[in-house]
């Protein structure tokens, strides 16, 4: 059976910024920088509120639309909470689940990264599952250990046949806003790490497929040495995400 050769993916993860005019603005002026290039697929992750503003600002372009977080019930008494259906009526095909500062700051855990993975995944989404160690763990020296767990927690009960729709994003935390880089060594090691999970739970081939990204103060400056890495597929790009000429460097950076 052939292999299918992985493609990269530069996602944008915009966080708490940007109200849905500055959005609207922001996507178009991303839109500019990187029209043509075509050499990876590109994702911005917005706000709720921006989605509708955003969706018409890409439409008909090659930019495809997140959100950065999503419910596992598909309706009902949830107040606050947006279900992945509705993500997907407005036009939404990406979603980041468990990223570390839902984990730290909103009592996200495995076993609602998993919860939120199915759930984006039954819907038809792609779930962006976010896995890292803290620094504490990383002076441990339980890196390997810890992605590992929330890798295999994060994919529990999930079928093969949906792992198309699946990109892990590794991200040590303590690389997150910090402008502190992992080595492009350290990054690939740990995102290898993630592929042997992959493989022992799925088998190589399904190892060979998975997209793997690497986020954490990735810019226009260390892009390149990063998405150089053999087992780096693309990254999840936070603050540089918000800089339109930076985040086109990054994914000038990607193309294939
Ligand atoms: P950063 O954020 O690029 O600002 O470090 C990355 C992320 O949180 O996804």
């Known amino acids: 059976m052939s292999v299918r050769k992985r493609r990269k993916v530069i996602a944008g993860n915009w966080k708490m910024n940007m109200t849905p005019s500055s959005a609207k603005e922001l996507a178009k002026n991303i839109y500019e920088q990187i029209k043509g290039?075509?050499?990876?697929?590109?994702?911005?992750?917005?706000?709720?509120?921006?989605?509708?503003?955003?969706?018409?600002?890409?439409?008909?372009?090659?930019?495809?639309?997140?959100?950065?977080?999503?419910?596992?019930?598909?309706?009902?008494?949830?107040?606050?909470?947006?279900?992945?259906?509705?993500?997907?009526?407005?036009?939404?095909?990406?979603?980041?689940?468990?990223?570390?500062?839902?984990?730290?700051?909103?009592?996200?855990?495995?076993?609602?990264?998993?919860?939120?993975?199915?759930?984006?995944?039954?819907?038809?989404?792609?779930?962006?599952?976010?896995?890292?160690?803290?620094?504490?763990?990383?002076?441990c020296g339980i890196t390997a250990e810890v992605v590992s767990r929330q890798t295999k927690l994060a994919l529990y009960d999930v079928p093969e046949e949906q792992l198309a729709h699946v990109i892990i994003a590794y991200e040590p935390v303590w690389a997150i806003g910090t402008g502190k880089t992992a080595t492009n060594e350290q990054a690939d090691e740990v995102c290898g790490i993630i592929r042997s999970v992959i493989a022992d739970k799925y088998g190589k081939q399904a190892a060979k497929q998975m997209i793997v990204q690497y986020g954490g103060s990735m810019n226009a400056k260390n892009a390149e040495g990063l998405l150089a890495m053999e087992n780096i597929d693309g990254g999840l790009i936070g603050g540089a995400s918000l800089?339109?000429?930076?985040?086109?460097?990054?994914?000038?950076?990607?193309?294939?």
């Open 37 to 139: 290039k075509r050499g990876c697929d590109v994702v911005i992750c917005v706000p709720f509120v921006d989605i509708p503003a955003v969706a018409q600002a890409v439409k008909g372009t090659m930019i495809k639309l997140g959100a950065q977080n999503v419910h596992y019930e598909e309706k009902g008494a949830y107040t606050g909470e947006v279900s992945a259906e509705m993500l997907k009526e407005c036009g939404v095909q990406y979603v980041i689940v468990g990223h570390s500062e839902r984990r730290q700051y909103f009592g996200e855990t495995d076993e609602t990264v998993n919860k939120r993975a199915k759930a984006a995944l039954n819907a038809g989404l792609t779930a962006i599952i976010c896995v890292g160690e803290q620094l504490w763990e990383r002076e």
């Open 243 to 256: 800089k339109p000429a930076d985040f086109a460097v990054i994914v000038n950076a990607a193309q294939q």
